[in-house]
């Protein structure tokens, strides 16, 4: 099945199974994206197995709210999606983050 397959039959029929495959089949990406602001989400004293563990949920978001007219591919989506969990963890759990959080090199703090 195609990733479109597999997206429309958890809109439209809540599967599971088709979730379960999606899933694994673009994991790396969301482990990937996570690892990215692994050090950032450390440094404010949180356990980034807390992202690694919305996986599923955040796959699921992605699915139900992809939007093939868009012309943009579902690793795209689920990538993005990703990091604005990411950012949004960060700004919950944070009142300083990192000014240049997205290229992970840290130049200073800024105050949010």
Known sequence: MTDLDLIKNIKNNHDSES?????ARHSGIFYDMVKRYHHFISEIGRDPKDLY????????????SYNE?????????????A????????????????TAI????????AHV
């Not at 563990?53 to 139900?64: C, G, M, P, R, W």
């Not at 007219?69 to 999606?81: R, V």
């Open 19 to 23: 979730l379960k495959c999606l899933s």
């Open 53 to 64: 563990d919305d996986k599923e949920s955040i796959v699921y978001q992605s699915a139900l």
């Open 69 to 81: 007219d868009k012309n943009i591919k579902f690793s795209t989506w689920l990538g993005n999606q």
């Open 83 to 98: 990091r604005y969990h990411c950012l949004n963890f960060l700004n919950k759990n944070s009142t300083s983050l990192p």
């Open 102 to 109: 997205v290229t992970g090199k840290q130049i200073g703090r």
